[in-house]
């Protein structure tokens, strides 16, 4: 187990076209951490340069407070499984596996025991023998990660690893991978455009969004309180409208809405009376409310339409000048122009720190 | 459409066992006669001959290994100034034949040659360059400098299709840059290394030209050539060329199974971009240079050639010691040269429409059509390439002389045109069909069934459709098959047996077989020939880039 830690990383591949801007990054040991973001967003490079395939132009990567930034990739002892796995086609499973073991100098039973607690690991043992190409391809991703593991590194990077897979495969890899992570103990950093992946697996999250960190944390908090419009928008549907705040209590804050006065948590950064700033609701925080009575942090709107999809329907309802997603589960049946009315919990007003 | 197609079939392999089955199966009961092959095995100057062959054969491979590989690894690692002209330069020695070369190699390395001008103007004794009468290591030399674009050609394209992740990975679990070499591209691109490899093995076992033009007759193929006038009455020629025949299978066969085995498919899905290693000025010019080294060396040759060309009087000196435009107006009014130029073009322009007419049906049918022996067709078609020039053209000669109605038909001693082109077409089928199908295997089907839907028939899809998509890969096709036509040696030299029916390289042969004048006029006549394929490849080579080195595979 060790610690990750980035100083000021930058990196451009060609000058003017800066692929990642001074990056401060924790990874803590020990930890499943996720680098997500839209393709393009830099979080690729960001994994070579922890594996060494590349330098960065300006910074420090330290492993466990030892600057490496200049060691050689096959220095690092670290453990990466590539998007496309890399198996080498020419040598057996056992022979892939055993790479890592070799280059280390470890040789006879220590070697063959540890490609077998590898292979097992993953539930490969039996395909010892064989080659890559007469493995599909859920069974190469998973001796692409006991290669990985092998030689029991203290770090491992993943690039994608799941993206090659069908969507039954991946999930029940997700889970597998999460718990081979824990029982080895690793420190593991993980890239993926796929959200639902980094939400289900992660411990921590860094979202990445042109080479700049938009906001690092669990996925639970990057869900519910998003920093930024961009996170917002990238871990989920939502509704954006302008508001001017009013007065800021000791743990909510009165807002003006386009829909009246409402109330919102108090968010992490500090606000004062007057700001004009966004704000944000999931689509399923807007929970429709018996129609006529008058509720706490609600207001009424017209039902414009409406998808039902089974288990819950999407409803757009126009209000003041704004057209709102609802997500409702278990609804009821409405009819297109009725009246509704929404109502918002405070803490799932979320104020952003952008405009 | 349904007509043509039932009638193609039986005339490829019509074709094929009429000019490739037949010669090699007279060839082979002609020689195969145990007590005069043990005969010949037991005379010393015929083992020797053998052994020299085989020498040759694996010296030549060894260099070309040693000059193909390092260029073929910094092209493919690196990014430096001057990238895109190196293959160019890499392809300069497919411009002459090598027996040409040779021509211009005795300029450079002959005792009386530049070398030792050179050495002579510095107070230093001669050298023996060439290494006495033996020549064989002028011999190696000269094929090695002449063969290693096939190699390198393959070469890099088998590295240009490594997944460079497959690199990374082994980097990552801890392997240095020797250790990754060896165990991970080495064992990769073992197949571009049999397919060139193989190649340049046969080729020099089996070539003629080189030994020939530099006068060193203890290999096989000369004694080969030198038995054709005794042919009645001397059977030991054909036992030669049945025992060509059998080391030339028994190498493949032990490289195949040594360097050719292809259980290793790439299974890496979606191929990650290579990322070059852009060198600086300094370190970028140094590898250049390894290219420029390699080119100089190979075009040495061909610079002393063109010389050679020039020159009035060049003998014993750095530089000729005139010059003069003569030989260029002798090589065109001497009396078998215009003759032999009009000779070739007609034999060429033959071959190559017979090339077409076979290969692009054969394409077709090998590639859309599917059968379920497409295998064995494939093998038949590329099978030539692995048959010597020299068997084959014997062959042809003893199967007239055996059954007197194929005498009757071809005529080799009377007029040997049909016999000729038939010999280069078949020896050139692979290019063009190779050629062809790689075209067609890169055109989705999609293309042809959309104008079928839209109610075109077979010849109109064929016409309008896939002959344009593909024409690119035909027109390289037909200008391989055109320029070695052109600038074949073994066939020519042993078909053409009357002076009005030479083709230019037989031509070139004889010329620099005649004393004084000859050998100059022959320069003349080699930088016509030079300029002329160069011309080719550079066509080629514009219209196919990297893909070219899939022409050399079989």
Known sequence: MLNVELKGVSKSYSPGKTVLQMLDLNINAGELFFLLGPSGCGKTTLLRLLAGFLKPDTGTIFFAERDITHVAPERRDTGMVFQNYALWPHMSIFDNVAFGLDT???????????????????????????????????????????????FRPKLLLLDEPLSNLDAKLRDSMRSEIRRICKSAGLTAIYVTHDRKEALSMADRIAILNQGRLEQVGTPEHLYRRPLTRFTAEFMGQANFFPVTVNTVGHDVCVLDTPFGTMRAAKPDFEVTAGDRLTAMVRTECLRP??????????????????????????????????????????????????????????????????? | MKIVQKLFLPVLLLFIFL???????????????????????????????????????????VLVVIIALPPAILYDR???????????????????????????????????????????????????????????????????????????????????????????????????????????????????????GSIVLI????????PLMLGYDKVTTVQIFNGINELETNPVPYALVVLLLIFSAGIYSIVRATLGRVDDTMVVKGMSGKRLQRLSLLPGILVFGVFLVITLAAGLPHMALLLGAFSQDWYGTILPSSWTMLHF?????????????????????????????LGIPAALLLVRRRPRYRHVIDTLIMLPLAVPGIVVAFGYLGMCSRYQVLNYIFDPVNNPTLLLVMAYA?????????????????????????????????????????????????????LFAFSFSMLEVSDSLILAQKSIFYPVTKAIFELSQILGEGTYIACAFGVWAMLFLAFSLLAANLLLGRKMGSLFRF
């Open chain 2, 329 to 357: 107006k002798n090589s065109l009014s001497h009396e078998i040269v215009v003759p032999s130029i009009i000779n070739s073009l007609k034999y060429s322009s033959l071959a190559m429409l017979v090339c077409l007419g």
């Open chain 2, 19 to 61: 000019f490739m089955g037949l010669p090699l199966f007279t060839v082979t009961v002609q020689g195969l006669a145990p007590s005069i092959i043990i005969e010949t095995l037991s005379t010393p100057f015929y083992q020797e001959g053998l052994i020299n062959s085989l020498k040759i054969a694996l010296c030549t491979t």
């Open chain 1, 104 to 150: 280390r100098n470890i040789r006879g039973d220590e070697r063959r025991r540890l490609v077998h607690e590898a292979l097992v690991l993953v539930e490969m043992e039996e395909f010892a023998e064989r080659k890559p190409a007469s493995l599909s391809g859920g069974q190469q991703q998973r001796v692409a990660l006991a290669r990985a593991l092998a």
């Open chain 2, 78 to 196: 690196f990014e430096f100034r001057g990238k895109s002209l190196v293959n160019v330069m890499m392809m300069v020695p497919m411009i002459l034949p090598p027996f040409v070369g040779a021509l211009g190699f005795q300029q450079v390395f002959g005792y009386y040659g530049v070398l030792n001008a050179i050495l002579g103007h510095f107070m230093l004794p001669p050298v023996d360059w060439l290494g006495g009468q033996e020549r064989f290591g002028a011999v190696c030399l000269i094929e090695a400098l002449h063969l290693y674009p096939l190699l390198y050609l393959n070469l890099v394209t088998a590295l240009a299709n490594i997944d460079p992740s497959l690199d990374e990975a082994a980097r990552n679990l801890g392997a240095g840059r020797w250790r990754r070499f060896r165990r991970v591209t080495l064992p990769l691109i073992r197949p571009g290394m049999f397919a060139g």
């Open chain 2, 426 to 478: 078949i020896r050139r089928l692979p290019y063009v069909v190779r050629s062809a199908c790689a075209g067609l295997e890169q055109t989705p089907v999609s293309l042809e069934e959309a104008a079928r839907n839209l109610g075109a028939g077979g010849l109109t899809v064929l016409r309008r459709i896939t002959v344009p998509l593909v024409s690119a890969n035909l027109v390289v096709g037909a």
């Open chain 2, 203 to 210: 080729w020099s076992f089996t070539e003629l030209g080189t």
């Open chain 1, 289 to 355: 409310t018996q129609e006529g009575t008058s509720h706490d942090n609600a207001f009424s709107g017209r039902l414009k339409a409406g998808s039902f999809q089974g288990e819950n329907s999407v409803w757009e309802v126009s209000a003041g000048d704004y057209l709102l997603n609802v997500l409702e589960a278990c609804p009821p049946h409405r009819e297109p122009e009725s009246g509704i009315t929404l109502q918002i919990t405070p803490e799932h007003l979320v104020l952003l720190g952008d405009q």
